[in-house]
RNA sequence: GCCGCUGUGGUGGAAUUGGUAGACACGCACGACUCAAAAUCGUGUGGGGCAACCCAUGUCGGUUCGACUCCGACCAGCGGUACCA
């Protein structure tokens, strides 16, 4: 055995003072070679340091980065400090150290810790966004969306603490409650800047080019459902009522996305801030309206939402006029309407919408059923039969329920194979009950039965009526009764022929009718309150009735308009940006209020406006920043008239410099402009970006708006795709030992540092690779580590002798002897190509071991007599196997695979090698395992030579004494073959 | 509630996409080396049974010669979201 162990901190040190005192990984635009852009989200280098989180994605980003350089690609992967932001600003606050300290130093920190796992970054192009000369660019890009209209003040509600006298970031509010102080935190209205990322030119842009991104679907569903489009209608009510107004000449709007229940409002709710603005314009409301519009507008979002749902409302007095069937409905002002969202106002269909419902029971409203469910029969033989009409009819379905045993009656249809209730069409004259009444009879024979709920549930169901060979649409309305006694006719013989009469608990329902909408009917059953939100056909509903949802509401739509009444609309939940946060850490905005000019922007030419020194950190207690406190960079002159002006004071969110850091990369230390057009478009799109799902919507979503704009006003070349990101994959949450997220409080948080000291850089990497799929959360385990340890720890054993060997001149060659390296050779490439990491290092494990224990490239050295032995008679080894070994495993382990490469008698650089290629034919094994089934159960396995055709195989299986004795005689009804893999055989 | 994801040994996970479930690794047990320990190496390791065999991928059902994989219903956990009409 070789005694001598594995020095990792030597080797690692020794090699990346090599590394980044060189040029390997300076990406160069004049190269010829094709490029690709790999990034990794910049971290915020807080004052922790690197957890064992960092690593992940980055290592995932190195060893693509490592490998396709070795495929003959220039690689942009680049490295920078997402450094403005409120820990640095508060930790100034309780020390005094200025933010920019805490930044060098925490830089400092990260740089030497990440350099320390040997990451391959282009580090001639770090960036970091505190620095004058990047957030210069990040000004100029807030003055461009200015200049066109996207960047505009207003008053915006924003979370506010009352006992720090300052607004909160959402990432500062836990719970409803201030992160520092714990006092609940309020909503308050002050000046912000808003961004708008809802402009029309925009919004749609940013939903449907999702469709085009290689990212992972639930990023792109979170998106979507970020940006949240609804298509529906603006429909205009009239009012009257509204005392201190022109009655005739006042109307509301709503919006909805369910035109075709229009027929179902029963009244309209208005937002207590349309209420308000009601108020503001002369309306005369009675006390209890504007005590109760005062309340709800004191109360907080947060507030709202800690309260119970319990929905609140108060009746304005006001009647609107539907402008469906002309019926004048009463108008509610209640908290459950949102002010910000469509505009203000609903309809309210109590009778298919829960939230509607629930507010109507409260307030004893009406509640009104105007859209049916509908069934289609699309297969077995009552499926509806292609081109031919429908005959429609409505029809009755009673459910009768025997109250002493809580039974209810079915039927059970003799000739045809029917599970149903006592159904029947209407006779000439008849109203629903009576033909209920008759048919109960009829059928059963029962005389006594007396209705409990009116017939308000119908259900329509399509389907070929065998026995009338028709299409038939029947609108089953259902009818509640109860059985008041047991008196019966007799049944005839023939009735009992045609079908069975029985009684079934209410759990044996479930699974028991035939009909299409069978299950559908114990929701009417089982739920009295069941209410129809999805689409159906209308009732109820004039000339609409028996029309599609969909239909409906476009015919409907299509009149309202011509009534000048309503027209389609479509709303977003998303809302503008704010952009502006009353805290010192953060770009200036580049603005100056002029009492003469308003709004003015600061020159281009007069950029960066500087960040200035405070003397102290705490917010102002006004709302605004404590940039406010320094009068002498306050006070200024307005760049327009030149009279005596005031600089903006609020200062830039901490996406501000994250939402284009990507462009910068391509020319970081360009003065002229953010990025040479030519150089983006050497790089750009970035191929490849690597990061936490916690920034799915934000961060994501604003770059993607950024790089539009930028590309729109030209400074991105429009050559380039309208997106920025081609793929994006998420690294999963590394969680501490315990299961929990790691943090300091807990104290569960794994410093890499040690882990470094202990195990090693490549140790880390592979072990971190080695844990699961990429993008799964997953605990730590520092006790599984050894794994990978001893693995590397092995073959560098391994690879020395070689190497003393080969010193010795006892090395003998047997190049091309191994077949595994073919596979291994595939494993590796498909495996990083499909970033299942994870599986590479166990294919390197397999590999290194060797099949069955035997590796086909090297003797098997694990015991010192073998040693000795091969020491005596010389070694010999597949070296060409060996080298591709290396060079596959060291974008994995850089360090080793480099140490190993030279200690094979290299002089140059591991990572700078071809990456080696594989031949298809010896990948597949020579000789193939196949298993022979008998009814889906392996009885018995035999090893053929690779390509063994499908009739040998089988004679082969069927030849075998333990089938035999399986089959015992029986002939095989089928026998299946799947070629190389086994020998199927049905008896 | 809604949207999304995930359920496989004691643990992390693998399974060529419908074809031998548990690769690879951790842990554990036993053995070798050692005065001893660590390290290292070797053997074994889903459960039941002496065995032939049987059971087993969250649960129940279906499709199939064959299901971790496909379909239906449900359960549990994680993440996001919160009255968006």
């Keep these: 055995m070789v005694q001598e162990r594995y020095n990792h901190q030597a080797v690692e040190k020794k090699w990346q003072d090599i590394w980044y005192a060189g040029q390997d990984f300076v990406a160069s635009e004049q190269s010829a070679k094709p490029k690709a852009y790999i990034l990794d989200m910049f971290p915020y280098p807080s004052g922790d340091g690197l957890h064992v989180g960092h690593p992940e994605g980055y290592t995932a980003s190195d060893i693509f980065s490592r490998y396709l350089r070795m495929t003959g690609k220039t690689v942009l992967h680049p490295m920078g400090w997402d450094a403005f932001g409120l820990p640095a600003e508060n930790y100034a606050i309780k020390t005094g150290t200025h933010p920019s300290e805490t930044t060098k130093t925490n830089i400092a920190t990260f740089k030497r810790q990440i350099q320390s796992l040997g990451f391959s970054y282009d580090w001639s192009r770090e960036v970091n966004t505190t ?30 603490c009352p006992k720090d006298q300052t607004g909160l970031a959402n990432e500062e509010v836990v719970g409803g409650k201030c992160e520092r102080c714990g006092t609940p935190v309020e909503k308050k209205n002050i000046r912000q800047w808003l961004v708008k990322i809802t402009d029309p030119k925009y919004i749609e842009r940013l939903l449907n080019d999702l469709d085009t991104l290689d990212w992972p679907e639930s990023i792109k569903q979170s998106q979507r459902n970020w940006i949240g489009k609804s298509e529906g209608a603006h429909i205009t009510f009239a009012l009257r009522g509204i005392t201190g107004q022109d009655e005739d000449k006042h109307s509301v709007q709503v919006f909805t996305t369910r035109p075709d229940t229009i027929f179902g409002a029963t009244f309209l709710v208005i937002s207590p801030e349309l209420a308000k603005s009601w108020l503001s314009i002369g309306w005369k409301a009675s006390s209890q309206v504007t005590d109760y519009v005062a309340k709800a507008l004191a109360t907080s979002d947060i507030d709202r939402q800690n309260d119970s749902k319990e929905k609140t409302g108060v009746d304005t007095g006001i009647r609107a006029m539907n402008p469906a069937n002309g019926e004048a409905i009463p108008v509610w002002v209640a908290d459950y309407v949102l002010g910000g969202y469509g505009t203000g106002a609903i309809m309210a269909v109590p009778g298919h919408d829960e939230r509607d419902f629930a507010f109507a029971k409260k307030y004893e409203l009406p509640v009104r059923r105007v859209v049916e469910p509908k069934f289609v029969a699309t297969s077995g033989e009552s499926a509806v039969k292609e081109g031919q009409d429908f005959v429609k009819r409505n029809v009755i379905c009673a459910i009768i329920r025997n109250p002493k045993d809580g039974k209810y009656l079915c039927v059970e249809w003799k000739p045809v194979h029917m599970h149903g209730l006592i159904t029947g069409g209407l006779e000439e004259g008849e109203d629903m009950v009576q033909a209920a009444l008759r048919e109960i009879h009829e059928e059963t024979g029962y005389k006594n039965v007396r209705l409990v709920r009116n017939p308000e549930f119908a259900i329509h169901s399509l389907f070929y009526h065998r026995v009338k060979k028709v299409n038939r649409w029947g609108r089953f309305n259902y009818l509640f009764f109860e059985l008041e006694n047991e008196e019966q006719d007799l049944r005839t013989e023939e009735d009992k022929k045609l079908m069975d ?16 909408e069978g299950e559908f009917i114990l929701n009417f059953i089982k739920n009295p309150n ?33 009534q000048g009444k309503g027209k389609s609309a479509v709303n977003y939940k998303l809302r503008d940006w704010v952009f502006s946060r009353q805290r010192y850490w953060g770009e200036p905005i580049p603005i100056v209020h002029c009492p003469k000019d308003g709004n003015v922007a600061v020159p281009e030419e007069d950029l960066p406006v500087m960040l200035p020194d405070v003397k102290k950190y705490e917010p102002t207690g006004t709302g605004e920043s404590p940039l406010a406190n ?42 002229k402009q953010l990025a040479d057009p030519e150089k983006l478009k050497v790089w750009l799109p970035v191929d490849t970006y690597i990061g936490g799902a916690e920034h799915a919507v ?148 397999k590999f290194f071991n060797g099949e069955e224990n035997q590796p086909d490239w090297r003797p098997k050295l694990n015991s010192s007599e073998e040693w000795e032995r091969v020491s005596e008679t010389g070694l010999a080894i597949d070296l060409e196997a060996a080298e591709k070994f290396i060079i596959l495993l060291s974008p994995f382990a850089p360090h080793l695979a480099q140490e190993l490469w030279g200690q094979l008698g290299h002089s140059d650089q591991v990572h700078s090698q071809q990456w080696p290629t594989f ?69």
């Design 698 to 845: 934000l961060h994501l979503l604003y770059a993607r708006f950024i790089y539009k704009f930028l590309r729109d006003i030209g400074s991105v070349p429009n050559t380039l795709p309208d997106e920025p990101f081609t793929k994006l994959i998420n690294q999963g949450l590394i969680l501490a030992e315990d299961g929990q997220k790691m943090s300091k409080s807990r104290g569960n948080v794994v410093n890499p540092d040690l882990v470094v000291r202990e195990y090693g850089a490549d140790s880390l990497r592979m072990f971190e690779m080695f844990m699961g799929p990429l993008n799964d959360t997953k605990p730590w385990n520092t006790r599984g580590i050894v794994g990978v340890k001893r693995f590397l720890d092995r073959a560098w054993a391994v690879f020395m002798k070689i190497s003393s060997e080969n010193q010795n001149g006892k090395l003998s060659l047997a190049n091309g002897k191994s077949r595994s390296i073919h596979k291994l050779v595939k494993d590796i490439t498909n495996g990083i190509q499909a970033f299942e990491l994870n599986t590479c290092i166990s294919s390197f494990m």
């Design 630 to 671: 320094i009068e002498e960079w306050v006070n200024t002159t307005c760049p327009k008239c030149g009279g005596p002006a005031k600089r903006e004071t609020n200062t830039m969110p901490q996406w501000a410099g994250s939402n284009w850091y990507f462009l910068r990369y391509c020319d970081p230390h360009n003065s």
């Design 919 to 987: 031949d298809a034919a010896k990948v597949i094994a020579e000789n193939v395992e196949v298993v022979v089934q008998i009814n889906g159960k392996v009885r018995d396995k035999f090893t053929v030579v690779a390509n063994t055709d499908d009739e040998a195989l089988k004679s082969k299986a069927l030849a075998s004494d333990k089938i035999q004795k399986w089959l015992d005689g029986k002939a095989p009804k089928k026998v299946i073959v799947v070629k190389g893999k086994l020998v199927s055989i049905v008896v």
């Design 530 to 562: 069941y209410i129809h939100t999805a689409a159906g056909v209308l009732a109820n509903s004039g000339q609409y009735d028996w029309l599609d949802s969909a239909e409906a509401s476009k015919q409907i739509v299509a009149w309202l308009q011509k």
């Design 501 to 516: 009469i029985v009684w079934k608990r209410e759990d044996e329902l479930t699974g028991f009718f035939s009909v299409i």
């Design 131 to 160: 620095d004058p000369e990047y957030y210069k660019w990040t000004q100029w890009i807030f003055l461009k969306l200015f200049e066109h209209g996207l960047a505009y003040e207003a008053e915006a509600p924003i979370n506010w």
